[in-house]
């Protein structure tokens, strides 16, 4: 084969891979914890339930947070209440996305219900339709477990990729992939009937 002919050859093979690195690399995927952060409600283990073997939470003062919670909330189980948020968390983008009030009602505060009913009724009431898929299954890391009075607290720093599909009234659909950060605020009243969490509170968080 001529040497021209090769680097002919050569040159083409290069512009191809170039070309699907830029559109591997080249993907809008940035961080926005302020663009219409989610709610994940986390349910309680069942009474009894033993601990979940998934090695020992190594920072000092979050262990001894979560003993305090354990003795008056014995059945707290800080990797079983994890498993249990990262599940519930792709439920509630969905319903959310989806204008699911009944899927949300029961896992979130009445405040918190209001700030995203009130979302829900805004994009009705523009006509728009949103659908929301998670790339991979989010990160969610334990900030803090402990009591205020009656209450239970626990905060979760949730790490999230995906792609949000958005489609205004008379318009084109625009899809967008991005990663978000946020800690979420769940709490349960110590003692009631219903052993579930509900989201109280959602920030902004570093990745």
Same mark, same amino acid.
Do not use: C
């Given at each position: 084969?001529? @040497?021209?002919?090769?680097?002919?050859?050569?040159?083409?093979?290069?512009?191809?891979?170039?070309?699907?690195?830029?559109?591997?690399?080249?993907?809008?995927?940035?961080?926005?914890? !302020?663009?219409?952060?989610?709610?994940? /409600?986390?349910?309680? &283990?069942?009474?009894?339930?033993?601990?979940?073997?998934?090695?020992?939470?190594?920072?000092?003062?979050?262990?001894?947070? +979560?003993?305090?919670?354990? =003795?008056?909330?014995?059945?707290?189980?800080?990797?079983?209440?994890?498993?249990?948020?990262?599940?519930?968390?792709?439920?509630?983008?969905?319903?959310?996305?989806?204008?699911?009030?009944?899927?949300?009602? &029961?896992?979130?505060?009445?405040?918190?219900?209001?700030?995203? !009913?009130?979302? +829900?009724?805004?994009?009705?009431?523009?006509?728009?339709?949103? #659908?929301?898929?998670? @790339?991979?299954?989010?990160?969610?890391?334990?900030?803090?477990? =402990?009591?205020?009075?009656?209450?239970?607290?626990?905060?979760?720093?949730?790490?999230?990729? @995906?792609?949000? #599909?958005?489609?205004?009234?008379?318009?084109?659909?625009?899809? !967008?992939?991005?990663?978000?950060?946020? +800690?979420?605020?769940?709490?349960?009243?110590?003692?009631?009937?219903?052993?579930?969490?509900?989201?109280?509170?959602?920030? /902004?968080? =570093?990745?």
């Amino acid at each position: 084969m001529p @040497v021209t002919f090769q680097i002919v050859i050569f040159a083409v093979i290069a512009a191809v891979l170039l070309f699907q690195l830029y559109n591997v690399l080249g993907k809008k995927v940035g961080r926005q914890p !302020e663009d219409n952060p989610k709610p994940v /409600p986390v349910p309680a &283990p069942p009474a009894g339930a033993p601990e979940a073997a998934r090695g020992p939470v190594v920072d000092p003062a979050l262990t001894a947070a +979560i003993a305090g919670l354990k =003795t008056r909330d014995p059945n707290f189980d800080p990797h079983r209440f994890l498993e249990g948020a990262r599940q519930a968390y792709e439920t509630i983008v969905r319903a959310y996305a989806k204008g699911d009030r009944d899927a949300l009602r &029961p896992l979130l505060t009445d405040k918190v219900m209001g700030s995203f !009913e009130a979302g +829900i009724a805004a994009r009705e009431a523009r006509g728009d339709a949103e #659908s929301v898929e998670l @790339v991979h299954a989010p990160r969610a890391d334990l900030e803090l477990a =402990t009591t205020e009075g009656d209450r239970a607290l626990a905060k979760v720093r949730f790490l999230a990729e @995906v792609r949000g #599909s958005l489609t205004p009234s008379g318009g084109e659909t625009v899809t !967008e992939e991005r990663r978000t950060a946020e +800690i979420w605020t769940f709490e349960r009243r110590l003692g009631a009937s219903d052993p579930n969490w509900a989201l109280a509170r959602v920030e /902004p968080a =570093t990745a």
